[in-house]
């Protein structure tokens, strides 16, 4: 797959060749995006760039000895692009359309601001990886300890991506909350102390249990430090590009233009401030 990532930088950077994405006029282009054998491509939806880019999957096929999956292969089209436009590009490629991406490594990728909606299915995946534990069975101890190994770690990928929407987090807390307290789906169950002083550490008197929205807020917060102190990684490069031409990271005024995920970096700031003072 580097051959053919080698193939498509060189496209991108090639004048007018429609190939790759920026993200501002004065960011470099993302041509593609790899994990294993999963790949994303970016490209104009014209008949020249589309030509040319199956141009350069099909040297890459002939070379490697490779095939595309066009089964589980899909086009998503951004909001400017008309019908006659999207039927070129699907004639092309020989692809059919699909309005989401769903999930791409574990997180939903979806267009504008996510809502409780985009992040069900993961709430869903959660909830039937409970059901196969028969939560009868096990003291408070073992419930504790799969809530930190299991159920904590579940969304850790999103969670490192996103700022889940707060009713999401309260769902994801009111989750870990039932399977600690509750034998079976059916019993109300009787909480005997806080949910708030079982989440505190045990050097403070609790379990060491942690909330959904503080595990998110430190994963923000690690976005916001890898902008200051991981310059050679592509995603501060873009991000950089894009908002940080004028203005430091933590001098930054926030705007109305800016993506949501972007804003909610900002907004941990002033958590971040606090630790490296």
């Known amino acids: 797959m580097e051959v053919f990532s080698s193939f498509l930088v060189w496209a991108s950077n090639s004048s007018k060749s429609g190939i790759g994405i920026q993200l501002c006029l004065r960011s470099f282009k993302i041509p593609c995006l790899l994990f294993a054998d999963d790949c994303l491509l970016f490209c104009k939806a014209n008949q020249k760039t589309c030509a040319a880019l199956k141009s350069l999957l099909d040297d890459f096929c002939t070379l490697s000895g490779q095939l595309v999956n066009f089964n589980k292969s899909v086009l998503t089209f951004s909001k400017n692009i008309s019908s006659v436009q999207k039927h070129v590009v699907m004639g092309n490629f020989n692809i059919p359309q699909s309005h989401s991406l769903r999930c791409y490594l574990g997180c939903p990728v979806f267009q504008g601001r996510p809502t409780c909606t985009t992040f069900q299915e993961l709430l869903n995946k959660t909830a039937s990886r409970l059901d196969r534990w028969k939560t009868n069975s096990l003291s408070k101890a073992g419930r504790t300890i799969l809530i930190q190994s299991h159920l904590e770690s579940l969304l850790a990928h999103t969670k490192q991506c996103f700022q889940l929407p707060q009713a999401t987090l309260n769902e994801l807390n009111r ?22 002083k079982i989440c505190l550490p045990k050097s403070k008197g609790g379990l060491g249990i942690r909330k959904a929205d503080a595990i998110n807020q430190a994963f923000q917060c690690k976005l916001a430090w890898h902008i200051l102190t991981k ?17 430091s990271f933590l001098d930054y005024s926030s705007k109305s233009t800016d993506s949501p995920v972007w804003r909610n970096v900002l907004r941990s700031r002033p958590l971040l401030w606090k630790g490296i003072r």
């Not at 079976?184 to 005997?192: A, E, H, I, M, N």
């Not at 310059?231 to 203005?247: F, G, I, N, P």
């Open 175 to 196: 989750t870990h909350r039932h399977f600690f307290w509750k034998t079976t789906s059916s019993d109300k169950g009787f909480p005997l102390v806080a949910w708030d």
């Open 231 to 247: 310059e050679s990684s592509l995603w501060v490069q873009a991000m950089t590009d894009k908002y940080l031409r004028h203005s």
